[in-house]
């Protein structure tokens, strides 16, 4: 079993995608800026309301109870700032607060389960909590000041974190892509350079639970094109990355013939991805 562990978060429950079910709302929604904007992860996308200075709520409704012990904001302006997460199985007349606090004003070291979340390298952040089940889930953020209103997107679900995966992971490694001519006497041009974060994970089930666990999270939901956080060690969570899969790349899962017993009942797979829509720092 390796060292660290790594987790991944794809599953949102405030996406119609995953949830065609779910009812999002929001104390006021901006043209451009609806509820639903806050989980479709395209980086000019965003969830915002129309108040400045003003305690504003985005809210997913379900129609049955659904777990979450992580949120991630991929798009945010909240640096400095008072968060809230919010569940509630009875429309908010009963609320529990998961979580309550001022989110760091720069990126830091940190683990996923740190009472102020991590802000990574890209200024993300990331915060794991104790698993709550509920049929409401709702992101609050009291009036930031004058002139100001929350601007947010990215995921919040139940995260997956594998028992044994296998190295190398690659959490550093990058590719860089760009358009190059040389003319004829010499000289180089080129197009706006593009550095991104790219690598491959291999992993190993021990059970069939296990199996289900990663091909609802790996194969099911990310397989299917959505982007996904990896955070390759959860200890080290200020080096995530929102990840996408490579075109044309296979992902599946086959039985593990390295075992003693011939790799009855376990599995192995490989993720290769490469970085989504990097944030121009």
């Known amino acids: 079993m390796s060292l660290v562990r790594p987790v991944f978060l794809c599953d949102s429950l405030f996406s119609p995608v995953h949830y065609p079910d779910v009812v999002l709302s929001a104390n006021e929604e901006g043209t451009g800026t609806e509820a639903e ?17 003003a305690d504003s709520w985005l809210r997913a409704s379900h129609t049955q109870p659904r777990a979450i012990n992580m ?22 007349t009963t609320i529990e607060t998961v979580v309550d606090l001022v989110i760091p004003s720069n990126p830091g070291t ?13 200024l993300m952040w990331i915060k794991r909590v104790p698993t709550r089940y509920a049929y409401d ?3 609050l953020v009291p009036a930031m000041g004058a002139n100001q209103k929350p601007e ?4 919040a679900g139940p995260s997956y974190s594998p028992n044994q995966y296998d190295y190398p992971y690659s959490p550093s ?16 041009g080129r197009s706006n350079p593009l550095n991104l974060r790219r690598g491959a994970i291999r992993m190993k089930m021990r059970s069939d639970f296990d199996y289900e666990l ?7 939901r990310w397989g299917e094109g959505a982007p996904m956080l990896i955070v390759h060690n959860e200890a080290q969570a200020e080096r995530a990355v929102m990840a996408t899969r490579v075109g044309g790349s296979m992902l599946g899962f086959e039985t593990d013939v390295g075992w003693p017993d011939g790799g009855e009942g376990r599995s192995q797979g490989e993720l290769t991805f490469i970085e989504h829509d990097k944030a121009d720092l």
């Open 137 to 139: 889930f709702r992101h």
């Open 152 to 155: 947010l997107a990215g995921i």
């Open 110 to 122: 940190g683990h996923v389960d740190d009472a102020l979340g991590v802000v990574t390298e890209d």
């Open 214 to 220: 990663a091909r609802f999270h790996l194969d099911h």
């Open 71 to 92: 949120i991630h904001l991929w798009v945010h302006n909240l640096l400095g700032k008072t968060y809230r997460f919010q569940v509630s199985s009875d429309g908010f």
């Open 37 to 53: 904007m806050f989980s479709t992860l395209r980086r000019e996308d965003h969830w915002s309301p129309t108040s400045f200075n």
């Open 173 to 188: 490694m990058t590719e860089f892509i760009v358009e190059e001519q040389r003319s004829d006497r010499g000289v180089l």
